[in-house]
Structures are given as structure tokens and as C-alpha cells.
């Protein structure tokens, strides 16, 4: 039986880092929905229901990333399983992330590999 695929979304500024992290993510088999700051994406998480959202934690907009990520937590969408990303000191701010109680950190630029196999473990993808 085939499984339904998995539904990311990404919240990012950068519309480059957006279009790659889609690429790669739609190349591996899951569907990528996007949006460009927190508002954009508390309403994408209602709109679309994703599975996993990949938020950037330095985003220009007003909240950070952290903080997005605490909003769609406190708006409580069961079953979606939160990331951030940055281009900063990501050893750092996995201990952040996690004490937030998110699932981890993408460092920027992105690897493929890790991206689509970190996702893919976490999700419960074969």
C-alpha cells in the first residue's frame, strides 16, 4: 500500500532558500508549501496541514524564527513536528530548539542527504 506523502512547509524570507529547500524536498517525494514570514505561515499551517514545518530562525520580519515556532506551538496543530534553520551556529541553537521542545536545527546552506533523511527518520518515511 502506497503512503500518502508527507506535507512540509517552509517559512522563510529568503525566496532563493525557499526555492531550493523545495526542489530538494519535492525530488525526495514530499509535497512543500511556502511561506515568506510568520503571519504567511500560521495562516499556511491552517490552510495546508502540514506534517513537518521548517521555519528559518533569523528571519528580517518581526518575530524570529523561535518565536514563530512557539505561536504555531501555542496555536497547537496536533501531530506537526517543528525545525528551524539558520545559516548561524547551529550546535547552539539545537540546544535551543530543543528546549523549546522542537525537533532540531537545519544548518544553511542545506545538505540534501541530511535535509531529506532527517525528515524522512522523523516523519516515519521509508
Not at 536545527?105 to 531529506?116: A, N, S
Amino acid at each position: 500500500m502506497e503512503q500518502k506523502k508527507k506535507v512540509i512547509l517552509i517559512i522563510d524570507d529568503d525566496p532563493d532558500i525557499r526555492s531550493a529547500i523545495r526542489v530538494m524536498l519535492e525530488q525526495a517525494g514530499f509535497v512543500v508549501g511556502e511561506a515568506a514570514n510568520g503571519e504567511e505561515g500560521l495562516k499556511a499551517v491552517e490552510r495546508i496541514k502540514p506534517d513537518a514545518v521548517i521555519i528559518d530562525l533569523m528571519m528580517e520580519s518581526v518575530d524570529s524564527g523561535s518565536q514563530v515556532a512557539m505561536k504555531l506551538k501555542e496555536q497547537n496543530f496536533p501531530g506537526v513536528m517543528y525545525m528551524l534553520s539558520s545559516a548561524g551556529d547551529a550546535v547552539r541553537y539545537n540546544i535551543d530548539a530543543r528546549e523549546l521542545g522542537l525537533a532540531g536545527i537545519f544548518q544553511k546552506p542545506v545538505d540534501p542527504k541530511v535535509l531529506v533523511s532527517t525528515l524522512k527518520a522523523k516523519l516515519g518515511v521509508e
